[in-house]
Nanobody, 125 residues
Framework: QLQLVESGGGLVQPGGSLRLSCAAS????????FGWFRQAPGKEREGVSC????????NYADSVKGRFTISRDNAKNMVYLQMDSLKPEDTAVYYC??????????????????WGKGTLVTVSS
């Protein structure tokens, strides 16, 4: 059973940056497709970004393209989300999720098998 633990959330001013981290428990985490999802207060959970296993291909929601960067370090069993130029509308609980290798177009909420408990990001002045 893969376990995921997010960290790095916090309060940041608009225009600022944060880096979220996701620690995966299993040694062979490179077998998984990982994704970051978020849920803002009063809204449904939505996809932010995904990264594949072997090829490290990535995709992003239109709302974060050019501002967020997903990456992974298989040697450390870590997945990251670098968030720059943050906006108040980025305020949400951010979740790390994983599934057996998927085409990135299928990296959707319903397809993810493992979930972390989330980390809160608040963008406010």
């Amino acid at each position: 059973q893969l376990q995921l633990v997010e960290s790095g959330g916090g309060l940041v001013q608009p225009g600022g940056s944060l880096r979220l981290s996701c620690a995966a428990s299993e040694f062979t985490s490179y077998d998984y497709t990982f994704g970051w999802f978020r849920q803002a207060p009063g809204k449904e959970r939505e996809g932010v970004s995904c990264i594949s296993g072997g090829t490290t291909s990535t995709n992003y929601a239109d709302s974060v393209k050019g501002r967020f960067t997903i990456s992974r370090d298989n040697a450390k069993n870590m997945v990251y989300l670098q968030m720059d130029s943050l906006k108040p509308e980025d305020t949400a609980v951010y979740y790390c999720a994983a599934a057996s290798p998927l085409p990135l177009r299928l990296c959707l909420i319903g397809a993810m098998t493992y979930w972390g408990k989330g980390t809160l990001v608040t963008v406010s002045s």
